[in-house]
């Protein structure tokens, strides 16, 4: 059985059909937070545009101390992304075990109780691609 990827029709450069995709940020490291940023802006763009893509940026363990002090450029291209349709998502456990408060997420990103289990269920309901930056 060829993969839903696979079986995609191009048009124009993009997708007829809507691609499932999250991305996984557990580690602090800026440097793979703007891999996953950039993974992102350039997969919406190869799709065609946001209809193409039902997106979703998951953050747990120690990746969420990324949105503590979250660089100017990064909070511009977060929030560009959200605006984009991208589902930005941090793990209340960590954001507890890391002392943080929700206040101090970038504006718009919501929360979820586990991390762990937002990832297997877009993974096993929504049929997202699993990708880590």
């Keep these: 059985m060829k993969s839903m990827f696979l079986k995609q029709q191009c048009k124009q450069g993009g ?3 809507v691609l499932n995709v999250v991305l996984h940020m557990d580690d602090p490291d800026d440097r793979r937070l703007g ?21 979703h940026f998951v953050v747990n363990g120690p990746g969420v101390l990324l949105f503590r002090e979250l ?17 930005f998502v941090a793990c209340q456990n960590a954001l507890r075990a890391k002392g943080m408060d929700v206040s101090e997420l970038p504006l718009g990103m919501k929360t979820v109780p ?4 937002e990832l297997v269920r877009l993974q096993q309901e929504e049929g997202c691609a699993y990708i880590k930056p």
């Design 15 to 17: 997708f007829m059909a």
């Design 35 to 55: 891999i996953g940023l950039t993974n992102l802006e350039n997969l919406i763009r190869a799709a065609g545009g946001p209809a193409h893509v039902n997106a």
């Design 71 to 87: 660089a100017a450029d990064f909070a511009e291209r977060l929030f560009g992304l959200a605006e984009a349709g991208v589902h």
């Design 114 to 117: 586990a991390g762990i289990l």
